[in-house]
């Protein structure tokens, strides 16, 4: 981030300046965004706003007036529109491999699947381009977030943070509770906390654990290590069971 200005934003204020603006530009919504002072010499939150690097630029050399920012800090782009929005870049290059409970699975289609609805899905088409789609939903079945073809959109502003960047985003429910964490930077590497009808579903690079709705482990990587999986998919039925599809 640059900070053109003498006070730094504390993270817990820069987590209120990203909520009140609906976790992207006040002005535009683009969800890449710099915390913008309204007062040099304040770092409260009501002095400070959401722009993304253009329109943090207009602010800074006097483009856009005071007046003007205080109106959309009043009324942010995305709180206006009731949701944020953004995309991840997976660059042709990255490695196509996933990274799971320390298992390696070269995946295409469908790779997590639960009462035959996708929550994670990788294609790598023709051209060489990697396109990733998966739904949030909490334990309850409300439906947090969804990335479809690498294209992410959140209704939800309050309950959770989102901080994103171009090959990188994450979502806590509160102070270092992660539900959901995707680098694309090197690898496609995914840390999530997925839910569906009962069904809990925890995977990241160290560990796959699958829980029915009865509480009960289905299926865990923590027996289950080194392995290369080909087109291999983990089906959930509507009663719960795990198989490897």
């Given at each position: 981030m640059i900070l053109l200005a003498s006070k730094r934003f504390s993270k817990s204020t820069k987590k209120?300046?990203?909520q009140e603006a609906g976790f992207?530009?006040?002005?535009c919504g683009c969800?890449?965004?710099q915390y913008h002072h309204l007062n040099p010499n304040s770092n409260k939150a009501k002095d400070g706003m959401a722009l993304c690097p253009g329109c943090h630029d207009m602010a800074t050399r006097g483009a856009m007036p005071k007046y003007e920012q205080l109106e959309y800090k009043k009324n942010p782009y995305n709180i206006m529109q009731g949701y944020s929005k953004g995309r991840l870049i997976i660059n042709p290059g990255t490695i196509t491999f996933l990274f799971i409970g320390h298992n390696t699975i070269e995946p295409f289609g469908e790779i997590i699947v639960v009462n035959g609805e996708s929550l994670l899905g990788i294609t790598f088409n023709a051209n060489g381009s990697i396109e990733l789609s998966l739904k949030l939903y909490d334990e309850n079945d409300?439906?947090?977030m969804e990335i479809l073809n690498n294209e992410w959109?959140?209704?939800d502003y309050f309950a959770w943070d989102i901080e994103v960047s171009y090959q990188w985003l994450k979502i806590r429910r509160k102070k270092r509770e992660?539900?959901?964490?995707i680098d694309t930077r090197?690898?496609?590497a995914i840390t999530a906390n997925l839910w569906r009808r009962g069904s809990n579903i925890k995977l990241s690079p160290e560990k796959l654990e699958v829980i029915n709705p009865n509480g009960d482990t289905q299926f865990s990587t923590k027996y289950f290590q080194g392995v290369h999986l080909e087109n291999?998919?983990?089906v959930i039925d509507k009663k719960g069971n795990f198989r490897l599809g």
């Open positions: 209120q300046i990203r992207g530009c006040c002005r969800e890449i965004i409300n439906l947090i959109m959140s209704g992660y539900i959901l964490q090197k690898m496609i291999i998919g983990f």
